[in-house]
């Protein structure tokens, strides 16, 4: 068999292979054309639902992305949404994960996706795919997170590969989305708070700058002699200021394990992790803050909490006005338009991984696209 996925289908594929902490294959191929070899035609039972993260057959309803060099290639089962591969792209843009399955390189996929995703959930697909985690195939915002794998590609790698695209439409806001990128985020929860406060205050965000995200900093000798550690790494840093985050999620501060050993009699161990985890905390803050690093927490309560985050962003740019002489002029009078702030607060709910997320989503989707329509009238 051979068979290359596109577009969503694609995503769940890389999904899958990442999460099983594959290395994806240096060497990039042309795009071939579908064969069901060894049988003569195509099947359901052909399609590797595991590899795609199908829970079930496809069906006429719900059918399997494919695309094809050509539309004398395509495959005439039902059960396959076909589509021919557009002119002007570079040539050796696939990669074989293994038995006969392909999928687009993940620049490729990038470009495909924007024309099916929020600029907001499409820059954070940049995120993810130039970061060391996978969301879920089967349920990207609220399944398990893999953790601690390699970049499938680099800021650098999308950007490079634009410039071989050509003057299209998808690659100028694939290249919008990009800017909003960075490299190197550990978590999905850090990539929202990054690309918040990148985002310009035009698109809903709190456009504080350009961010750099796990960058390594040394400490000082004399400090670490007395116990400190070598380094600190924090999560987000705006580029050109002593100002960042770090995202500290519930397992920072876990209050339902105090709360629960509070009545036990005999508290297991889990109490004390939770003791040092905040007490290292504590002294990351301060390590950081030694090394000219003002880094400041942000919790879920602060991205769940209506203007949380509004509070978090106004405190970073008034550390930025006194440290780095910055002014927070323009946040201020921004966040002073109530107007505005339900619709922010609904940008990020839209983001986060709950169940509630999805509805916002559609519901700006839908916003976007009636808008798009009144504007075509």
């Known amino acids: 068999m051979l068979l290359t996925t596109c577009n969503q289908t694609a995503l769940r594929a890389l999904r899958v292979f990442r999460s099983a902490r594959g290395a994806l294959p240096a060497e990039r191929h042309e795009l071939p054309r579908p064969d069901p070899f060894p049988q003569q035609r195509w099947s359901k039972r052909l399609v590797p639902l595991a590899a795609l993260g199908l829970a079930s057959p496809p069906s006429v309803e719900d059918p399997v992305d494919v695309i094809v060099p050509n539309a004398a290639s395509r495959t005439q089962a039902s059960f396959f949404s076909c589509h021919v591969m557009p002119a002007g792209l570079p040539t050796d843009s696939y990669l074989t994960l293994g038995n006969g399955l392909c999928i687009p390189c993940p620049e490729l996929l990038f470009l495909q ?40 590609t680099s800021v650098e790698k999308i950007a490079r590969y634009l410039d071989g695209c050509g003057r299209r439409t998808d690659v100028m806001l694939a290249r919008q989305s990009l800017r909003l990128v960075a490299d190197n985020a550990w978590s999905p929860m850090e990539a929202i708070v990054a690309l918040m406060a990148r985002l310009p205050v035009t698109k809903g965000g709190y456009g504080l700058g350009e961010v750099a995200l796990n960058v390594r900093h040394d400490a000082f000798p004399e400090l670490t002699s007395l116990g400190c550690r070598e380094s600190r790494v924090p999560d987000i840093e705006i580029v050109g200021t002593h100002v960042g985050f770090n995202y500290d999620s519930h397992a920072h501060f876990d209050l339902d394990s105090i709360a629960a050993a509070a009545l036990d009699d005999h508290p297991d161990g889990a109490i004390w992790d939770v003791r040092e985890k905040y007490l290292d905390d504590l002294r990351r803050n301060r390590e ?46 921004y966040l002073g338009f109530r107007s505005l702030a339900a619709e922010r607060q609904r940008l990020i709910w839209s983001l986060l991984p709950w169940p509630e997320g999805k509805r916002y989503a559609c519901e700006r989707l839908e916003k976007a696209t009636w808008r798009s329509r009144v504007g075509h009238t």
């Open 113 to 152: 996706m924007v024309a099916i995703m929020t600029p907001e959930a499409h820059a954070l697909l940049g995120y993810e795919l130039c970061g060391t985690y996978s969301r879920s195939a089967t349920e990207p915002r609220t399944g398990e997170v893999t953790y601690g794998i390699a970049p499938a």
């Open 288 to 333: 950081l803050a030694a090394m000219g690093r003002v880094i400041l927490p942000v919790t879920p309560n602060d991205l769940f909490a209506p203007s949380g985050l509004d509070a978090v962003m106004l405190e970073a740019a008034f550390a930025m006005e006194e440290f780095d002489d910055r002014s927070a002029t323009y946040l201020r009078v």
